[in-house]
């Protein structure tokens, strides 16, 4: 039987991403890929392996999944109640999922992005550089049940690690930088922006997310006529009924509703993890000040594989301890759990 | 044109953190739009290890970059001396373009706001129909979504703007004005610009060798057709021949 993971349930927003196709913009195809990349890199680092390589993203919800034969995994992004063949496994780590077994993710505890990774990555179809699935776009498509996704071969063993993930959840504050038409918005119109409590719109999904403003909407000087110009992901959208569209890794390449300004990368984790009604507020802060945002971000992102510590699970937790013990050989010597018993 | 003696354009703007937009033009003109796809091109020949990626729309190339690798300052000197090699205003429209004649449907269920676009711009809908028929428009730019043109330029009576709440869902094909231009759907998307017609064309086939259907300079006619007749063929019977 080849390597893969069986779909038997899914949430109706579960689809392969990696980082995404950059190249196509000029044909209009924005690059895509996870909405949340740090969970990328942090379940890279939970697997030892590149984080390029394509994973299960679950849009508030996740599914029921059957591996085909024995599967590393990491769990990242918004916890999520996972458990393996009932066994309750912890999120932000790594495990095994035995040939055979189910594995169960449910809904979203806080955030709204889940991630699944798969030790070898899922070996969906290569289309135009990239594997993810990119809706808006027609490429690829949610998983539904049936589906049976060929897996990588995985090279490495690590299991059973640990990892403290980045605060992301629950809105906060999140820096933008100005942009090409920030000037079209007045001043005042500027600081109000700044002064303003948003609230996460029940209207979002990969392009994009709405958020409500407690008070007015915004007014640019340019009203709805400016030629349309590029649209960057993280680009402040102020579309004609005055309310902030921020836009997100699907997005439209170009566009013409006027831009305030940019989210930083390093921040948008922050935007696409917002839940319906969670409050955000934006500030701006100078490009020199972004750079070195970034440069942070880079460092920790980097530094990942090295806050790895072993997952100390509680024995009395497992059920079906005779059966890990049966697959013990395959998990070679860092299956760190097993020190605890 | 008047833009090349204008020593105003092109401005260099960074686009959010990580990027830089060359502009010729604050409106669409065929010069500001061939200037555009021009530097873009000569972007993409510089070989600045720092780029990821290069793209245009109307009037502006962009460039997005690693400022980590080569720092804001050090990547708009580079483009104000790539800005100085050349007229960019005077650069010739991409090679090999094509003209396309292209079965449409206007107004009733196949354009529901094609009577209200006409009124916009002063017109009854049989001279809005001839109007738009008799106009041989540009792909100015591929954007928005994959394979979707930007046509132009309209009689200046369509200079009329975007409404301002979005149509929940255009469909694939369908054709939207605004601000002088048309645009074609390649995916069903929601969108401010008002649809006056159907079409049958396939914008991009993500599968296919060549999966995007138009290119910048390619130039298009709008042929009327009854919703009956529309040929039930690949890209609804659109065909074209080279522009010599």
Redesign the interface.
């Known amino acids: 039987m080849s390597r893969a993971l069986i779909v038997h349930r899914a949430g109706p927003g579960v689809t392969v991403q990696d980082l995404g196709r950059?190249?196509?913009?000029?044909?209009?195809?924005s690059?895509g890929g996870a909405a949340d990349r740090l969970a990328m890199a942090e379940g890279a680092a939970l697997l030892g392996q590149d984080e390029n390589l394509a994973a299960l993203e679950m849009a508030g919800m996740g599914g029921e999944f059957e591996a085909t034969e024995d599967l590393r995994i990491a769990l990242t992004g918004a916890p999520m109640p996972a458990s393996v063949d009932g066994a309750r496994v912890a999120w932000n780590a790594s495990h095994l999922v035995p040939k055979g077994a189910r594995l169960n993710v449910g809904a979203a505890e806080v955030g709204s992005y889940g991630y699944l990774h798969i030790g070898g990555g899922v070996d969906a179809p290569l289309?135009?550089g990239g594997r993810c699935a990119h809706l808006?776009?027609?490429?690829g498509a949610s998983l539904k049940k049936g589906d049976r996704l060929p897996v990588g071969l995985d090279c490495k063993d690590q299991i059973g690690m640990k990892i403290a993930p980045e605060e992301r959840f629950g809105g906060g504050t999140v820096r933008i930088?100005?942009?090409?038409q920030t000037e079209l918005f007045p001043e005042d119109e500027r600081a109000r922006f700044e002064m303003t409590a948003f609230h996460r719109d029940m209207r979002g999904n990969r392009m994009g997310v709405r958020f409500e403003p407690d008070g007015e909407g915004f007014v640019s000087a340019a009203?709805?006529?400016v030629?349309?110009?590029?649209i960057?992901?993280?680009?402040i959208q102020i579309?004609?009924?005055g309310t902030p569209f921020v836009l997100l890794s699907e997005c439209?390449?170009?566009?013409?509703?006027p831009r305030i300004g940019?989210v930083?990368?390093a921040d948008l984790p922050k935007v696409v993890q917002a839940r319906p009604g969670e409050i955000l507020q934006f500030v701006f802060i100078s490009?020199d000040e972004?750079?070195a945002v970034?440069?942070r971000d880079?460092e920790l992102k980097k530094s990942l594989s090295k806050r790895l510590a072993p997952l100390i699970r509680d024995p009395s937790s497992i059920s079906d301890l005779l059966s890990y013990q049966l697959i013990s050989g395959v998990t070679a010597g860092d299956d760190h759990w097993q020190s605890a018993i | 044109m008047s833009e090349s003696k204008n020593h105003t354009w092109p401005q260099i703007r960074t686009a959010g953190y990580d990027g830089f937009v060359v502009t010729f033009g604050d409106r669409l003109s065929g010069s500001a739009n061939s200037a555009a796809l021009a530097f873009r091109d000569a972007i993409e020949k510089a070989g600045w290890e720092a780029l990821e990626e290069c793209s245009t729309s109307l009037v502006s190339a962009y460039l997005r970059f690693d400022p980590l690798i080569c720092a804001h300052d050090e990547m708009r000197a580079a483009l104000e001396n790539l800005v100085k090699t050349r007229d960019w205003f005077e650069a010739p429209l991409p090679s090999g373009r094509r003209l396309w004649r292209v079965p449409t449907v206007f107004g009733g269920a196949a354009g529901p706001q094609f009577a209200e676009a006409a009124g916009m711009a002063g017109l009854s809908e049989e001279e809005a129909k001839a109007s738009i028929a008799k106009t041989r428009v540009r792909v100015q730019n591929i954007g928005f979504a994959p394979g979707m043109p930007y046509l132009g330029e309209l009689s200046s009576e369509w200079d009329i703007p975007r409404q301002t709440e979005l149509t929940p869902q255009v469909p694939a094909g369908g054709l939207c004005v605004a601000i002088r231009q048309l645009v074609l759907f390649p995916v069903p998307t929601p969108t401010g610009w008002r649809q006056i017609g159907q079409t049958a064309l396939t914008l991009f086939r993500p599968d296919a060798p060549d999966p995007f259907l138009l290119r910048p300079g390619d130039e298009v006619i709008f042929v009327p057709t009854p919703a009956a007749a529309r040929a039930d063929t690949e890209n609804g019977g659109a065909t074209w021949e080279l522009i010599t």
């Open positions: 950059p190249g196509y913009l000029a044909y209009g195809l690059r289309v135009l808006a776009a027609g490429i930088v100005p942009s090409l009203g709805l006529s030629l349309s110009e590029i960057v992901p993280g680009d579309t004609g009924d439209q390449t170009t566009g013409g509703y940019s930083l990368p490009l972004a750079v970034q440069q880079a």
